[in-house]
């Protein structure tokens, strides 16, 4: 099947920048997603990005997407510990697929 | 934004016995609805895609009998999970497309079975 490939450790320092990685391998993805789970909880969507951009931002958040090399990365800003937890990477053609999920830590 | 209620949040049973988890879209109707399941440190896998008012379509290697799925409504579905085993101790996930493009996810249930 189609993959989604995640490192699956980032740690930063607070106030740094964060960028997690995603590759995935569906050409025909028509949208790519980022979700943020914490601990013993549901995915919250942090922002999703159409397959024809190079670049969404929103706030702290950038995305940035090679559509050639079917990469996709996301860029956290000032990065603080509330934003500890995990990553999931995502991509959409007729359903949606993961990645593993990067773990990130925020060290004060 | 849309909201996707997921009951109960965790629940402990006994091998042997079957678990209902509800999923309940509160603000939006829908017609389908996903159920994952996840295990420690692992990602998301789609078990099967819950259709109101027809048969669930289930991923390949998903027992459809022991996980039963029905979408009676477009704001509710359950997944039962039958005669429970320890190893059916996991993680599941719902999900429904709130609004185009945009999946939003349930809080999850946290399944042991003892």
């Known amino acids: 099947g189609e993959d989604v490939e995640q490192s699956l450790f980032l740690s930063v320092r607070e106030g740094d920048s964060s960028v997690i990685n995603c590759t995935y391998t569906?050409?025909?993805?028509?949208?790519l997603y980022w979700y943020k789970q914490e601990p013993g909880a549901g995915l919250q969507l942090l922002t999703y990005i159409f397959s024809n951009m190079d670049m969404k931002q929103d706030q702290r958040l950038t995305v940035l997407l090679n559509k050639k090399d079917k990469h996709l990365s996301l860029r956290i800003a000032d990065t603080q510990t509330g934003d500890s937890a995990i990553y999931f990477c995502?991509?959409?053609?007729?359903?949606?697929?993961f990645g593993a999920g990067t773990r990130l830590t925020v060290k004060p | 934004g849309a909201v996707v209620s997921q009951h109960p949040s965790w629940v402990i049973c006994k091998s042997g016995t079957s678990v209902k988890i509800e999923c309940r879209s509160l603000?939006?109707?829908?017609?389908?609805m996903f159920w994952y399941r996840q295990f420690p440190k692992q990602s998301l896998m789609l078990m099967a895609t819950?259709?109101?008012?027809?048969?669930?379509?289930?991923e390949q290697g998903v027992e459809k009998d022991k996980f039963l799925i029905n979408h009676a409504s477009l704001t509710l579905s359950t997944l039962t999970v039958t005669s429970a085993h320890p190893e059916d101790s996991s993680f599941y996930i719902c999900?429904?497309?709130?609004?185009?493009?945009?999946?939003?996810f349930g809080s999850g249930t946290r399944l042991t079975v003892v």
């Open positions: 569906d050409s025909s993805s028509t949208y």
């Open positions: 603000d939006f109707q829908a017609t389908t």
């Open positions: 819950s259709n109101e008012g027809s048969k669930a379509t289930y």
């Open positions: 995502a991509e959409r053609d007729n359903d949606m697929r």
């Open positions: 999900s429904a497309e709130g609004g185009f493009p945009v999946y939003t």
